[in-house]
DNA sequence: TATGAATGAGATTTCATTCAT
DNA sequence: AATGAATGAAATCTCATTCAT
């Protein structure tokens, strides 16, 4: 692993456990075993790096979500596999997620960070969903609802359990199970099996 | 209005817009008009008078909803009550609700404040959405579904709904109205008409 | 006891334990059990309180050191009974002792304090070691010795000896024996019996 | 001379004059010429600087004592020896000695610092005292004494000496002549000559 | 006599960032 | 590429003191 990438993880799980504002250079340079003075000099200052370090970390969410996707026979489907592989990516990285969380549009940490660019990976998981419910609609696996919100609403339900489970003292990962039956139940056209 | 009051105001409004790092002592105590020592003759530091901020928002939040959820005939309307002044309540405070969405055990803002009162609060919130349920549930106006983890879900795509409202750049506050429906969804037993 | 006379009683016990700069007005008053303003109000400000507090120490000393210099038969004896009756003083004002010790010239706690005052009564002090001293030096029980050096010696291993009992962890009350027989076999004539 | 080693002599100075409290680390960082950040950068905090500051100071006078008393050719001229020794090293370090008093456990600044490290390097001090006068009544100059005892209260009475002329308004340090003799007086078997 | 709200100077400490090596 | 000395802005918090009641 380069120092680059030895900085990069170091500055992943510490952004992760102490927050934007908790986490120094300092910090993150001895986590990495570095001199401190290579953080700024390989990204310039703390605010680039904690975007880059949630880029990186939706990018390779993008990708696991996407591949997940494939499987997908029809609408309904595809919302259900798009969120559970969301959940279950948040798991598989629990100790680094929460920075992603930090980063992310939806984050109460740090305001006045410019989001923009990390906002339009967001996006593009909107319109994932978007895509499926259209699809579900189409097949008639999904019932009627105003797309674009509800895809909102999926999103932010998501958002809210895995908050519930990361952050809060009453959540645990059991909880995903009924986040996937929340959505479905919200979607769909044939009754509960 | 006291000078004790004059600086919770500010505080209140500034941790909204600049988030607990981002607010300085300083700054609220010119806003509020006081000398800044005065903050701290009140409220002892930085930590206390943010939690305060916040305990005073949700004890008054909490008094709006239960004088509300009184109107409800079944235990599907008293969910539905409930999520509606909820979100209401978010509306009727723009400038300051933020605040409480920081300081609340969802937040990833300031990860090692000690959320624990606060946290006593929210899990009152979690309570009655709970008691809903299971009115819902004997009276047959909610479906089969396991009460704590889906009072969970019901908070989580609030806290989700909300934080897309007022964080991101997605919503606006008409997805409330999907909010509701997206639940309602999720829990009824009979189709929506 | 008069409120008057509480708040010196806490700022001597205060100021023995936490020193000059580690004492508040605020503890003060506290320990007092009065309202803060109080304080100002009958001592003016913190030093003046400071050197009111020592100097009602010293004066009470003084009483009690003059009291038994009385008994006194020959210089040695004299000098002998000061230095008892110094000694045991301070044991019996273990608790606020330590308060003349910072306010008296012989302090390194706050060195621009004025001393002016505490300082003519440590003078009386040294006073009458030498008039000791020389009534020792007439009457034949003490060595030839060159008087204001040797009575600020005396004084200065007095000082001393308090310090490391009071202050140090090398001491304990017992090392006031030997500082008695320490002082004595340095000025007398004739052999230690 | 590298700007570490000019921000310790620069505290050395003001502690000695101002003493703990009253030295602030602007004043250090302004009177040793570097921006005030460098003395966090290099020695933590106040505290552990003060610390270091007497640290050194008193390693090097343990090396000239030590130095010195090897001329000693018996139990008493190594007592005197050492207490000559003392003595002008303190007056040869006028200006900076009284950081060493206001660290070392006789003093009464600040009762709260941790004095155990420096607490160690001055019961060596005293243990050399032990080890002369053991020797001396061996070899026969030096009278039957408690050694424990007696050695504290000729650290004691050095102690009281040097507050008397550094910190006093009633000593000169033509008083240290009559230190050596006063403690000599009160050890020899031999009368003066 | 007694209270405590109110002030603001000033202290310590942290930390991102720069830059010479 | 890599280091860490050096800087100084800025933050929090303390606390003596004043003053209206």
């Known amino acids: 692993m380069s120092k680059r990438d030895e900085i990069l993880a170091a500055a992943q799980a510490l952004f992760a456990e102490y927050g934007y504002a908790g986490t120094t250079m300092r910090m993150i340079a001895e986590r990495a075993g570095v001199a401190f003075g290579l953080v700024s000099h390989y990204f310039g200052n703390k605010e680039k790096l904690f975007l880059v370090a949630g880029h990186e970390m939706i990018d390779a969410m993008l990708a696991v979500i996407r591949q997940d996707m494939q499987k997908a026979e029809n609408g309904l489907q595809a919302v259900d596999i798009f969120v559970a592989s ?108």
Chains 1, 2, 3, 4 share one sequence.
């Open 86 to 193: 969301y959940l279950s990516f948040t798991l598989a990285n629990r100790a680094t997620f929460p920075t992603l969380i930090r980063c992310s549009p939806f984050s109460d940490d740090n305001p006045h960070l410019d989001r923009q660019k990390i906002g339009v990976k967001f996006e593009e998981l909107i319109r994932e969903i978007e895509a499926n419910l259209r699809r579900g609609m189409d097949d008639g696996t999904i019932a009627r609802v105003p797309v674009r919100d509800c895809a909102l609403m999926i999103y932010a339900s998501m958002v809210g359990a895995v908050r519930t489970v990361f952050l809060s003292p009453f959540g645990e990962p059991g909880l995903f199970d009924e986040t996937r039956r929340f959505i479905l139940r919200s979607l769909r056209t044939t009754p509960e099996v």
